[in-house]
């Protein structure tokens, strides 16, 4: 079945580094674009960062553009993400989650700003 | 780019219908048919409801609907369900190819 599994969420310090990964399956990962979602606690939901199948293109929220890089390693089926200078308002849980992909009478829409498929999350903490 | 404003909360009888709104700006809903709803219950991930102002992906009940009118999108769950109760976000498509989401509404079916 479709799953995606998140890692590497962890308590860091203001300032450090983390880096997230997601393994995907049960379905072709090179094919989708892929996101990452996050969720302050008790907080709603704000998109991070997207990715097409092939490694582009890539788009980031202002709020971690420059601090944040996403990744994919189509052969591992793995999603990435590496963040840097990280902040106290970087805490939450991060999801990762697949775009909504969709062929019709012969051809193939990349519904990239709708996640059809989510993983349960990782939580990352910045604190001192 | 700032979230899209929706009610904190609302509630309603078991087989009575809700509408939650979401308003956005002309740089985001106002210009784009490319709004969708997700449903997150209590400690879970969210679930697509409500993908491009009105589908439905598969396994989605009807009792779920989706418009947009202006820079302001609905969700309507009609037939309410003690299932239903959970937390609800709109999400859009925005200039600069980008996406922001609601500010979150509570759903309480009494």
């Known amino acids: 079945q479709v799953q995606l599994v998140e890692s590497g969420g962890g308590l860091v310090k203001p300032g450090g580094s983390l880096r997230l990964s997601c393994a995907a399956s049960?379905?072709?990962?090179?094919?989708?674009?892929m996101s990452w979602i996050r969720q302050a606690p008790g907080k709603g939901l704000e998109w991070v960062s997207y990715?097409?199948?092939?490694?582009?293109?890539?788009q980031y929220a202002d709020s971690v553009k420059g601090r944040f890089t996403i990744s994919r390693d189509n052969a591992k089926n793995s999603l990435y993400l590496q963040m840097n200078s990280l902040r106290a308002e970087d805490t939450a849980v991060y999801y990762c989650?697949?775009?909504?992909?969709?062929?019709?009478?012969?051809?193939?829409?990349?519904?990239?700003?709708?996640?059809?498929?989510w993983g349960k999350g990782t939580t990352v903490t910045v604190s001192s | 780019q700032s979230a899209l404003t929706q009610p904190p909360s609302v509630s309603g009888s078991p087989g009575q219908s809700v509408t939650i709104s979401c308003t956005g700006t002309?740089?985001?809903?106002?210009?784009?048919?490319?709004v969708s709803w997700y449903q997150q219950p209590p400690g879970t991930a969210p679930k697509l409801m409500i993908y491009?102002?009105?589908n439905r992906p598969s396994g989605v009940p009807d009792r779920f609907s989706g418009s947009k009118s202006g820079n302001t999108a609905s969700l309507t769950i009609s037939g309410l369900q003690a299932e239903d109760e959970a937390d609800y976000y709109c999400?859009?498509?925005?200039?600069?190819?980008?996406?922001?989401f609601g500010s979150g509404t509570k759903v309480t079916v009494l």
């Open positions: 990715i097409g199948g092939s490694g582009s293109p890539i």
């Open positions: 049960g379905f072709t990962f090179s094919d989708y674009y």
């Open positions: 999400s859009s498509y925005t200039t600069g190819s980008t996406c922001v």
């Open positions: 002309s740089s985001d809903i106002g210009s784009y048919n490319r």
């Open positions: 989650a697949r775009a909504l992909r969709m062929t019709m009478f012969g051809v193939t829409y990349f519904y990239y700003y709708y996640m059809d498929v």
């Open positions: 491009e102002v009105s």
